[in-house]
């Protein structure tokens, strides 16, 4: 069974960083494509970043780059998403996602096994 758990929320002021963890199980990290996303009420989900650990490729929105870092310690199963210079735009539930393939995606739709989401609030 696919399990992932993401930690590493909390609240922060603008300019101030966090660093949220994704725990995975149940699958083989290498054959898939791992990614960040977020989403405020009354928004659609988006994209933050994506990636796949096997061949070291990545997604960021623009709105993150240069801001955020995603890694991964295969080791251990996990994902990490470092943010700094955070914004108040930056205030979301994040959530971690995983899909079965050999390319990374950055839509949402994409992704089918999730976490129950991480709640993040930049203040200003």
């Known amino acids: 069974e696919v399990q992932l758990v993401e930690s590493g929320g909390g609240l922060v002021q603008a300019g101030g960083s966090l660093r949220l963890s994704c725990a995975a199980s149940g699958f083989t990290f ?11 009420p009354g928004k659609e989900r988006e994209g933050v970043s ?17 801001r955020f870092t995603i890694s991964s310690d295969n080791a251990n199963n996990t994902v990490y998403l470092q943010m700094n210079s955070l914004k108040p735009e930056d205030t979301a539930v994040y959530y971690c996602a995983a899909r079965f393939t050999s390319t990374i ?4 739709s994409q992704y089918n096994y999730w976490g129950q989401g991480t709640q993040v609030t930049v203040s200003s």
Not at 105 to 108: A, G, I, L, T
């Open 30 to 40: 290498d054959d898939y494509a791992i990614g960040w996303f977020r989403q405020v």
């Open 105 to 108: 995606y950055s839509s949402p």
């Open 50 to 66: 994506c990636m796949r650990s096997s061949d070291g490729s990545t997604y960021y929105a623009d709105s993150v780059k240069g």
